[in-house]
C-alpha cells in the first residue's frame, strides 16, 4: 500500500477557554479587597476607565457606569459582551427590596456623616491606635539604659524578640555574627530582661515566668524548683510537685496561684502585628418582605466607561492609535459588563444560601442544615465550580455576626429514627455547650457525650465526637479535668 498525502475535511467540537472568559472567572473568585485592587490596576491600564464619586449619578460625559460594580450596566454597551457575559440572567429586581422602609448596613464610616444632628464631623482621631509597638517600646528603653556597642547589640537582640516577648535566637551564633563577646551579649541581654513589660526577652516559658518571679521577689527556691518542672504543673501531679519542691497542700496552692498571675506571653500587651480585619462582602438583612441581600460597594470604585474622551481622542487619530482606542473601549465595556454580571451571580449564590439555611438566620447555629455546592448550583441552574468560586474568600455580615460563605456548607449527621439530618456546625455547637457547662468534678467522656447526643436523636459515633472535639481545640476528659484542678 502506497504512502501518500491528502486532504481530508473534519468538523470537530472544543471548549475554548477565551482571555475574556478567563478574567470573568479570575473575578467572580476575587473577595471585594481583591477586587479593588485589580480594579485599580485596570483603571491605570485604560485611559478610557474612570470613576466617579459616591454622590455622582453616572451621566457625566454620558459614560456608562457600574457603581462598585453592583448595578447593571448601561444600554450603550455592546450588545456582544452582554450576550456573552451575562446568558444567566437575572436582575437587581429579583430582591424586592422597599428601600424606602429599609435601611441596609452603612459601607464606610463616611455613611454616618449628618446622622447624629449634631452637626459636628467626625473624629477620626479617635480611629487612631495610639500605643506604639512592643519593639518600639523596648527601643525607647535600650536608649535609656545602654550606650556605645552595648546599645548596637541591644538593638540586634530587641529586633530578634517575637509579638510574644521571647527572644527567638541562638546567643553563641547571634555573638559568631555580630563578632562580640558571648559573655556580653549575655550582660546585654540581661539588662533587656529588666525592660518592661515584665517578663519580656526570656527565651523559653520556664525563663520567661522566672523573671517575672523575681521582679515580684518571689524567686525562691521553691518556686524555682516549681518553674523548672512546668510540665508536672501542666499534667497536674501535685504530689509529685510537693515531693519535689518540699512543700505542703496550703504552700503548694499558693505557689499555684501565683503562677497563674504571671503572663505567659508579655509582649501581648501592646496587640503584636494584629489579625488583619476582615471586610464583609455581603450585607443581609431581614426586612419586611423577607431577606435582602446587599453587596458591599463601600470598598469598590464607582466604574465609568467614558465615551466623550473615546470621541475626543479618536479624532484626527492615525488608524493605529484608532485600532488601539478601539480595543481599550471594547476592554473597558467588557469590565463594566463583568462586574455586574459577577455582583448579579453573588447575589443569586447568596439568596439561594439564605434561604437554605433560613433556620440558622432566625434561631442560631443549633438549626443550620446540611448543605453542598451541588444543592446550590442545582437551586440556581448554574455549575457547581461556579458556586465554589462564588464562597471562596467571601464574607457575610448578618445579625448574627461575620462568616465565611463557605462556614454554611457542612455535612449531616443523621437522626436515630433515620428520618432527617442536622448539620455538623450544629453538633460541635452542641459539644461545644456540654464542655463548657460540665463541672469540674463531672467531666464528660467522650462516650457519655456521644451517648447524651444519641438521646438527644443525633447519631454519632465515639470517635465523631472525638474528632470534632479535636477541632474545636478541646482536650480530653482527662485533660480537662487536670484544667479544672488547675483553676481551682
Same mark, same amino acid.
Given at each position: 500500500?502506497?504512502?501518500?498525502?491528502?486532504?481530508?475535511?473534519?468538523?470537530?467540537?472544543?471548549?475554548?477557554?477565551t482571555?475574556?472568559?478567563?478574567?470573568?472567572?479570575?473575578l467572580?473568585?476575587?473577595s471585594?479587597?481583591?477586587?479593588?485592587?485589580?480594579?485599580?490596576?485596570?483603571?491605570?491600564?485604560?485611559?478610557?476607565?474612570?470613576?466617579?464619586?459616591a454622590?455622582?449619578?453616572?451621566?457625566?460625559?454620558?459614560?456608562?457606569?457600574?457603581?462598585?460594580?453592583?448595578?447593571?450596566?448601561?444600554?450603550?454597551?455592546?450588545?456582544?459582551?452582554?450576550?456573552a457575559?451575562?446568558?444567566?440572567?437575572?436582575?437587581?429586581?429579583?430582591l !424586592?427590596?422597599?428601600?424606602?422602609? %429599609?435601611?441596609?448596613? +452603612? /459601607?464606610?464610616?463616611?455613611?454616618?456623616? #449628618?446622622?447624629?444632628? *449634631? $452637626?459636628?464631623?467626625?473624629?477620626? !482621631?479617635?480611629?487612631?491606635d495610639? %500605643?506604639?509597638?512592643? +519593639? /518600639?517600646?523596648?527601643?525607647?528603653?535600650? #536608649?535609656?539604659?545602654? *550606650? $556605645?556597642?552595648?546599645?548596637?547589640?541591644?538593638?540586634?537582640?530587641?529586633?530578634?524578640?517575637?509579638?510574644?516577648?521571647?527572644?527567638?535566637a541562638?546567643?553563641?551564633?547571634?555573638?559568631?555574627?555580630?563578632?562580640?563577646?558571648?559573655?556580653?551579649?549575655?550582660?546585654?541581654?540581661?539588662?533587656?530582661?529588666?525592660?518592661?513589660?515584665?517578663?519580656?526577652?526570656?527565651?523559653?516559658?520556664a525563663?520567661?515566668?522566672?523573671?517575672?518571679?523575681?521582679?515580684?521577689?518571689?524567686?525562691?527556691?521553691?518556686?524555682?524548683?516549681?518553674?523548672?518542672?512546668?510540665?508536672?504543673v501542666?499534667?497536674?501531679?501535685?504530689?509529685?510537685?510537693?515531693?519535689?519542691?518540699?512543700?505542703?497542700?496550703?504552700d503548694?496552692?499558693?505557689?499555684?496561684?501565683?503562677?497563674?498571675?504571671?503572663?505567659?506571653?508579655?509582649?501581648?500587651?501592646?496587640?503584636?502585628d494584629?489579625?488583619?480585619a476582615?471586610?464583609?462582602?455581603?450585607?443581609?438583612?431581614?426586612?419586611?418582605?423577607?431577606?435582602?441581600?446587599?453587596?458591599?460597594s463601600g470598598?469598590?470604585?464607582?466604574?465609568?466607561?467614558?465615551?466623550?474622551?473615546?470621541?475626543?481622542?479618536?479624532?484626527?487619530?492615525?488608524?493605529?492609535?484608532?485600532?488601539?482606542?478601539?480595543?481599550?473601549?471594547?476592554?473597558?465595556n467588557?469590565?463594566?459588563?463583568?462586574?455586574?454580571q459577577?455582583?448579579r451571580?453573588?447575589?443569586?449564590?447568596?439568596?439561594?444560601?439564605?434561604?437554605?439555611?433560613?433556620?440558622?438566620?432566625?434561631?442560631?447555629?443549633?438549626?443550620?442544615?446540611?448543605?453542598?455546592?451541588?444543592?446550590?448550583a442545582?437551586?440556581?441552574?448554574?455549575?457547581?465550580?461556579?458556586?465554589?468560586?462564588?464562597?471562596?474568600?467571601?464574607?457575610?455580615?448578618?445579625?448574627?455576626?461575620?462568616?465565611?460563605?463557605?462556614?454554611?456548607?457542612?455535612?449531616?449527621?443523621?437522626?436515630?429514627?433515620?428520618?432527617?439530618?442536622?448539620?455538623?456546625?450544629?453538633?460541635?455547637?452542641?459539644?461545644?455547650?456540654?464542655?463548657?457547662?460540665?463541672?469540674?468534678k463531672?467531666?464528660?467522656?467522650?462516650?457519655?457525650?456521644?451517648?447524651?447526643?444519641?438521646?438527644?436523636?443525633?447519631?454519632?459515633?465515639?470517635?465523631?465526637?472525638v474528632?470534632?472535639?479535636?477541632?474545636?481545640?478541646?482536650?480530653?476528659?482527662v485533660?480537662?479535668?487536670?484544667?479544672?484542678?488547675?483553676?481551682?
Amino acid at each position: 500500500m502506497a504512502l501518500g498525502p491528502r486532504l481530508d475535511l473534519r468538523q470537530s467540537q472544543s471548549l475554548v477557554m477565551t482571555p475574556q472568559l478567563q478574567q470573568a472567572i479570575k473575578l467572580l473568585a476575587l473577595s471585594n479587597l481583591e477586587l479593588e485592587a485589580y480594579l485599580a490596576e485596570a483603571l491605570e491600564g485604560n485611559p478610557l476607565l474612570d470613576t466617579a464619586s459616591a454622590d455622582s449619578d453616572g451621566s457625566a460625559g454620558d459614560p456608562d457606569s457600574v457603581p462598585g460594580g453592583d448595578a447593571p450596566a448601561a444600554e450603550a454597551a455592546s450588545l456582544d459582551a452582554d450576550q456573552a457575559l451575562s446568558a444567566d440572567g437575572g436582575t437587581a429586581n429579583d430582591l !424586592d427590596v422597599d428601600l424606602t422602609a %429599609d435601611s441596609f448596613h +452603612h /459601607d464606610s464610616a463616611s455613611d454616618n456623616i #449628618g446622622l447624629s444632628g *449634631s $452637626g459636628e464631623d467626625i473624629d477620626f !482621631d479617635s480611629f487612631a491606635d495610639h %500605643d506604639g509597638t512592643l +519593639h /518600639d517600646h523596648l527601643l525607647a528603653q535600650v #536608649g535609656e539604659r545602654f *550606650s $556605645g556597642i552595648e546599645a548596637i547589640v541591644a538593638g540586634q537582640l530587641v529586633a530578634l524578640i517575637d509579638e510574644a516577648g521571647y527572644l527567638r535566637a541562638d546567643l553563641n551564633e547571634l555573638a559568631a555574627q555580630l563578632g562580640v563577646p558571648l559573655a556580653l551579649l549575655e550582660d546585654v541581654l540581661a539588662g533587656i530582661q529588666c525592660f518592661d513589660p515584665s517578663g519580656v526577652g526570656g527565651r523559653d516559658l520556664a525563663e520567661c515566668i522566672a523573671i517575672q518571679a523575681r521582679e515580684a521577689d518571689r524567686y525562691d527556691p521553691a518556686m524555682a524548683t516549681m518553674i523548672a518542672h512546668l510540665e508536672l504543673v501542666a499534667k497536674g501531679a501535685f504530689p509529685q510537685l510537693k515531693r519535689i519542691c518540699g512543700v505542703d497542700d496550703e504552700d503548694l496552692a499558693d505557689m499555684i496561684r501565683e503562677l497563674r498571675g504571671y503572663d505567659p506571653k508579655p509582649g501581648l500587651k501592646f496587640g503584636g502585628d494584629g489579625a488583619p480585619a476582615v471586610v464583609p462582602d455581603l450585607y443581609i438583612r431581614q426586612t419586611a418582605k423577607g431577606w435582602a441581600v446587599e453587596i458591599n460597594s463601600g470598598t469598590l470604585p464607582r466604574l465609568l466607561v467614558n465615551r466623550r474622551y473615546y470621541t475626543e481622542l479618536a479624532q484626527g487619530a492615525a488608524a493605529k492609535s484608532k485600532a488601539w482606542l478601539s480595543e481599550q473601549l471594547a476592554g473597558a465595556n467588557w469590565l463594566v459588563r463583568a462586574l455586574d454580571q459577577r455582583q448579579r451571580t453573588i447575589v443569586k449564590v447568596a439568596s439561594a444560601i439564605v434561604k437554605q439555611q433560613e433556620g440558622f438566620f432566625l434561631h442560631g447555629v443549633a438549626h443550620m442544615r446540611p448543605l453542598t455546592l451541588r444543592q446550590v448550583a442545582e437551586e440556581i441552574g448554574m455549575h457547581e465550580s461556579t458556586v465554589s468560586r462564588v464562597t471562596s474568600n467571601k464574607y457575610l455580615s448578618c445579625a448574627r455576626g461575620l462568616f465565611e460563605l463557605k462556614y454554611f456548607f457542612s455535612s449531616g449527621i443523621s437522626a436515630v429514627e433515620g428520618e432527617g439530618a442536622v448539620s455538623a456546625e450544629a453538633v460541635k455547637s452542641r459539644i461545644k455547650a456540654m464542655i463548657e457547662a460540665e463541672d469540674g468534678k463531672a467531666i464528660l467522656s467522650d462516650e457519655t457525650i456521644a451517648q447524651k447526643l444519641s438521646a438527644e436523636g443525633h447519631d454519632i459515633a465515639r470517635r465523631t465526637v472525638v474528632k470534632y472535639r479535636e477541632a474545636m481545640g478541646y482536650g480530653s476528659s482527662v485533660q480537662r479535668r487536670r484544667q479544672k484542678a488547675l483553676a481551682g
